[in-house]
């Protein structure tokens, strides 16, 4: 079963405005990460936060995570048209469940 | 340096034979993942290799079996093929592996299978 739910599902903007993207997750984590893939082709790594981080940038992108509400969110600030992609977020569980456990993905469309 | 490289990029298969895929994993990267997404499920774990040993697996009946030689490649196999094993099966490699707190997967750029 996913460990990983991402929410909405699909995500519709304009090219410019800010997409934000959720992930919620049931066990506890060493760490959760996203990745980003385009139209069925492998999936890319975006960024990776450890359990006791709160908050991580990289370049455009802007993750946070609280533990206690088993949450992170990515936020892409001033998208682009190549942002147009599928979002998963994935945990690496503890303790011999370490494997990383992808979410369902959220679809962003970026309209020019 | 040169990335993952899966081969073959697309196949077409009938119920009942079987079919082998293939992945070079990062020069240097020892773990060798795979995983397969389907529409309706996702990205499903199958299991995952280190320095030619299994060292975790997921919950996939017994057809489906992988391999890991020596150079790190890594081959999956899948026998008995059923329609519902139609999917993009992707091949993920790390330096260190899954389990080791800094698991970054690099992945490749997957083999669809069409089950007929």
């Known amino acids: 079963s996913q460990q990983g739910e991402e929410d909405p599902q699909a995500l519709s903007i304009q090219e410019g405005e800010n997409a934000t993207m959720n992930c919620s997750y049931k066990?506890?984590?060493?760490?959760l990460q996203w990745y980003r893939q385009n139209s069925g082709r492998g999936l890319v790594h975006l960024i990776l936060?450890?359990?006791?981080?709160r908050e991580k940038h990289s370049g455009r992108l802007r993750v946070t995570l609280d533990t206690s509400k088993k949450s992170s969110s990515l936020l892409i600030t001033a998208s682009r048209a190549a942002d147009t992609a599928s979002y998963f977020c994935a945990t690496a569980g503890t303790f011999g469940n370490e494997k990383l456990t992808f979410g369902t993905g959220t679809r962003l469309t970026i309209i020019p | 340096k040169a990335g993952v490289t899966q081969t073959p990029r697309y196949l077409i298969k009938t119920r009942g034979q079987q079919v082998t895929l293939s992945c070079s994993p990062i020069s240097g990267h020892r773990s060798v993942s795979w995983y397969q997404q389907t529409p309706g499920q996702g990205l499903q774990f199958l299991f995952e290799y280190f320095s030619e040993t299994q060292r975790n697996k997921g919950n996939f009946p017994g057809r489906f079996s992988g391999r890991q030689f020596s150079n790190s490649r890594s081959e999956m196999n899948v026998s008995t093929l059923e329609l519902g094993d139609s999917a993009l099966y992707l091949c993920a490699s790390s330096f260190l592996g899954q389990g080791s707190g800094a698991n970054v997967l690099t992945f490749g750029a997957g083999s669809r299978l069409t089950v007929l």
């Open positions: 936060i450890r359990s006791n981080e």
């Open positions: 066990t506890s984590i060493n760490n």
